[in-house]
């Protein structure tokens, strides 16, 4: 295992690099490798990661994260003291390599040798390749526990100039690139400002060593209000008594070509300074993210031969990517006086007709002052002469709207203090490869539309009529061209209702034409068709039936089956849309299609698709969804009552489980796409039946997440869906679950409403094991409400009932001798519970139902709990915690190990029972489930 963090974060394993994933679990590995060997708390991560604006789903989500990169690492990573520990060594991290070699050099140093000092400094140094963590967010990496760990770049900087110093002249030019990389990067260390003219001066680079005495004399004075330090002020008067030396700064030649080779004003060539930069936007407004991160990648003024810096943004149409780059280019131009060039390189015009390389670099050559009758033919030849030009200026260079790296490359500059800015809705990884810094966009948040709206319609009008704003930002949906078309309309109406707009807006069919504002550069459907017929044929079809899918999240499965096609020849189609920005990948293997784009897709599917391949589509989709709900469920609980479906419709691919614990991540996974596909509009017409047994197919899944809100959503839903179709059956499972979800939320006259309609239902359609299951609901309600013996009532008709009932009858009878045991201690007799515990186990056991079988030893537990034998109780809870355990089911583990710290004080083993307490409020707390807020409650009193 080899991992690296002081830079990009990598980590590679028995020779393979590993792919992290997306960003928030290469931040929350970064997190746990800055604290590598001490525990990091579930609370921490959720802080870092999402500040104050943490979901409820906050601690679900660093779970899935965790569990996957614990696959992925191995070992190494493990669960500590409330959180998660990263177990490296010096041999598999840099960071630690680091530190190792650090101390090494003050050992040496101490005894002497500081050439072997320097030596392990140097080291030291080198195995830093940028900033922590590279590539994370600005606002990430602005943690305190990076910004320390940044810190030790600069010290062992200092360390190795004055072990240098120590060693002798001869090894000052050793230390000189990383000095100037770290004086860069902290231009206010005065310690470190002073090490850098000091050996400048010492080295022969007088004059460099002059102007960065100067510029940081000034910056300190200008941003601190401070003359320098006595540190820096006698390197400052040291400097003033050496010889200028011999000439620095002389720019350098290209490869292949002589001083006197190099362009003149002789060969045809008048010396301009071109300014093609576009104007700025006057209301430019937030984006503080990625302004902070393209300004990190600057160089410094005034510092020689380093190399070309190239940024690449990259987003989806209309997100602000060309706002961006100008923006940014209007910023910085005065640090690039020998001129601007710029070029719209037309990647995604609908009319095919993207310049080529020789037309931009014509062009570029004609702003640089070359004769046109010394532009030379050949595209290589115009590219070479372009380069030279460059040589030794600076120049900054917006290369705008590009579609692919080849097409960018000859536009280049190849040395000296060049700045490109490159756009695209690609994401140019060759350019990236390359060296380029990627910068990529999203849409913005409610505070960012509200901003960009502030600006351009002015806050007046805007706090008039806040609801309207909202919901003018919600149809937007944070897309700063559709935000810059309504204020546009609004602005050539500054006495318009915006109510009235937002009431236009709302209306989903017409929302892209709403947002129309006529002219092709900018109109909303023609910028996103730009994509659109740059597409694959695949990739066209799968963009176009993403409007089938209800969202939020596209998975693989789902795109195959969308398509009809085996995974396989799904994925590259998912690859180029991604590649196109018409998807993000927010997750591995999960896709997110933004709202607007959804709509256009929605479009052209009823422009190119016929009525009949729209509904094959989505019932590929919801068989999909059915068929691997209803396999995940059979792997959870195999002997667990469940719907008998269909052979799923051709084409539609079924998700495969090795185990328990991938069924149950599914589930979770997915949970948020199957509520919205029971509710999903095109799904209400024509696949009805699928829509109520997928709800009655995870039932049980939502119920043990106590997502009860989610669970009366759903089945209601459902019951919307049997109701449309006519389905007795469908209603019947509808009602019965919305029974149990209403009494799980305190609602006792609806409970008994839906589930006695349930039950007339699953009569008359001789269903007895769907009529028995209604009547256990019933039962569990009426002890909800005290009424034991109507519960006794209620259970034994339901033992009946399965023994009308086909194979799944035993198991039913099994689960009754457990419920009824349950009453009984309810009731106060715990020697007929422990009979009826007891029947309940052997019957699980004898069935071959581990699931049955715990819930059986748990209320046998309760009842011993109950006569005061609390070791024999904490006994029955242990046989029940290794069968959860075994089985995966999590909540179930946690409400077992409640019970266990019951029992343990009631024995008086306090301090056992907080052990036990805690680990199940830590199983909780992961899934989000209300019955935590019960167990904190004991470990406080």
């Known amino acids: 295992m080899r991992v690296t963090v002081l830079g990009p974060l990598r980590a590679w394993r028995d020779g393979e690099e590993l792919e992290l994933g997306p960003p928030k679990r290469k931040a929350l590995l970064a997190l746990l490798l800055t604290q590598v060997d001490q525990p990091v708390p579930t609370s921490e991560i959720v802080e870092f990661l999402w500040g104050e604006s943490a979901p409820d789903s906050a601690v679900n989500v660093v779970h899935r994260h965790v569990g996957t990169l614990r696959k992925a690492l191995g070992p190494i990573l493990v669960r500590a003291s409330g959180g998660y520990r990263l177990h490296l060594d010096s041999g598999q991290l840099d960071l630690l390599r680091f530190r190792a070699l650090r101390a090494d050099a003050g050992e040496s140093r101490r005894a002497g040798d500081d050439i072997a000092g320097l030596r392990q400094l140097l080291a030291a140094l080198g195995l830093w390749r940028g900033p922590v963590a590279d590539g994370l967010s600005a606002s990430m990496r602005a943690h305190p526990l990076f910004a320390r760990v940044e810190r030790e770049y600069p010290d062992a900087v200092k360390e190795a100039v004055d072990t240098a110093v120590a060693a002798g002249d001869v090894h000052l030019e050793r230390v000189l690139m990383p000095l100037r990389q770290a004086a860069q990067a902290h231009p206010l260390d005065e310690a470190l400002q002073a090490r850098l003219v000091t050996v400048l001066a010492r080295t022969g680079h007088v004059l460099e060593a002059r102007r960065s005495y100067e510029e940081v004399s000034g910056r300190l004075n200008q941003e601190l209000g401070l003359e320098p330090g006595p540190e820096l002020a006698e390197a400052g008067e040291r400097l003033r008594t050496c010889s200028t030396g011999p000439a620095t700064g002389t720019p350098a030649v290209p490869t292949g070509l002589t001083p006197t080779a190099a362009p003149a004003a002789?060969?045809?060539?008048?010396?301009?300074?071109?300014?093609?930069?576009?104007?700025?936007?006057?209301?430019?407004?937030?984006?503080?993210?990625?302004?902070?991160?393209?300004?990190?990648?600057?160089?410094?003024?005034?510092l020689p031969g380093r190399p070309v810096v190239i940024s690449a943004i990259g987003g989806m149409a209309g997100v602000g990517k060309t706002t961006l780059a100008v923006h940014w280019a209007h910023e910085v131009a005065p640090r690039y006086p020998d001129g601007q060039l710029y070029a719209d390189l037309r990647g995604f015009d609908p009319g095919g007709a993207a310049p080529g390389p020789a037309q931009i670099l014509r062009t570029f050559l004609d702003a640089l002052g070359v004769a046109s009758e010394h532009i030379p033919p050949s595209v290589d030849a115009q590219a070479s002469l372009y380069r030279s030009l460059l040589v030794g200026r600076r120049v900054l260079i917006v290369l705008d709207n590009a579609k692919e790296t080849e097409q960018v490359r000859p536009l280049l500059p190849g040395a000296g203090d060049c700045l490109a800015i490159?756009?695209?809705?690609?994401?140019l990884s060759g350019l990236v490869a390359e060296g380029a810094h990627p910068i990529a966009l999203d849409v913005l948040d409610d505070v960012a539309s509200q901003a960009l709206l502030t600006r351009r319609l002015g806050a007046e009008r805007l706090a008039a009529q806040p609801d309207a704003v909202k919901d003018i930002i919600h149809s937007c949906a944070g897309l700063p061209l559709a935000l810059a078309i309504v204020s546009a309309r609004m602005s050539m109406n500054p006495h318009g209702d915006l109510g009235v707009l937002a009431s236009e807006l709302t209306e989903e069919d017409d929302r892209l034409a709403m947002l129309s504002a006529g002219d092709p550069s900018t109109d909303l459907e023609t910028v996103f068709s730009w994509s659109y017929q740059a597409l694959s044929p695949l990739a066209a079809l799968l963009f176009r039936r993403l409007a089938l899918h209800p969202g939020p999240e596209v998975s693989l499965e789902a795109a195959?089956?969308?398509?009809g096609l085996p995974r396989d020849e799904a994925r590259p189609a998912l690859s180029e849309l991604t590649r196109a920005h018409l998807l993000t990948e927010r997750f591995a293997g999960r896709f997110l299609c933004h709202d607007l784009l959804r709509a256009y897709a929605g479009d052209l599917l009823q422009i190119h698709e016929s009525q009949q391949e729209q509904v094959l589509a989505l019932r590929r989709l919801l068989d999909h969804l059915l068929h691997s709900a209803h396999h995940a469920g059979t792997v959870l609980a195999p002997q667990g009552e469940r719907l008998t479906l269909p052979a799923p419709v051709d084409g539609a691919v079924v998700a495969e489980f090795r185990n328990r614990e991938q069924a149950a991540d599914w589930l979770e996974t997915e949970r948020a796409v199957i509520l919205a596909a029971v509710a999903h509009e095109p799904a209400r017409t024509h696949t009805a039946s699928r829509r109520w047994q997928l709800a009655a197919t995870v039932e049980l899944h939502l119920?043990?997440?106590?997502?009860?809100?989610?669970?009366?959503?759903?089945?209601?839903?459902a019951l919307d869906a049997a109701e449309r179709s006519g389905d007795p059956s469908g209603r019947a499972h509808a009602h019965r679950a919305l029974g149990f979800v209403h009494g799980r939320l305190g609602d006792a006259e609806a409970a008994t409403q839906h589930l006695t309609a349930a039950l007339d239902l699953f009569r008359a359609a001789a269903d007895p094991a769907g009529e028995a299951r209604t009547r256990r609901y019933l039962a569990f309600q009426a002890n909800k409400g005290g009424r034991h013996e109507d519960a006794l009532v209620h259970y034994g008709l339901a033992r009946s009932l399965y023994a009308e009932a086909d194979v799944s009858g035993r198991i039913g009878q099994a689960q009754v001798h457990n419920e009824v045991g349950w009453t009984h201690i309810l009731r106060g007799d715990h020697a007929l519970a422990l009979v009826e515990c007891q029947r309940a186990i052997d019957l699980h056991r004898e069935l071959g139902n581990p699931n049955g079988e715990a819930a059986a030893w748990d209320s046998l537990g309760y009842?011993?709990?109950?006569?005061?034998?609390?070791e024999r109780a904490v006994d029955c809870y242990r046989h029940a915690l290794t069968l959860y355990r075994g089985l995966h089911d999590a909540y179930l583990e946690a409400d077992t190990l409640v019970h266990i710290g019951d029992s343990q004080e009631a024995a008086g083993e306090r301090t056992e029972a907080g052990v036990s307490w805690r680990q199940a409020l830590r199983i909780l707390e992961h899934l989000g489930h209300p019955d935590a807020q019960a167990v904190r409650q004991r470990l406080v009193h």
């Not at 490159?422 to 994401?427: D, G, Y």
């Not at 195959?560 to 398509?563: A, F, I, N, Q, T």
């Not at 009842?863 to 609390?870: R, Y």
């Open 863 to 870: 009842a011993h709990h109950h006569l005061a034998a609390h």
């Open 703 to 717: 119920d043990r997440l106590g997502r009860w809100q989610e669970q009366l959503a759903l089945q209601s839903a």
């Open 422 to 427: 490159v756009t695209s809705r690609n994401l």
């Open 266 to 302: 002789s060969d045809g060539i008048i010396r301009t300074r071109p300014a093609q930069l576009p104007p700025d936007l006057g209301v430019f407004s937030g984006r503080h993210a990625e302004m902070a991160l393209a300004r990190s990648l600057l160089p410094a003024d005034g």
């Open 560 to 563: 195959s089956s969308l398509l």
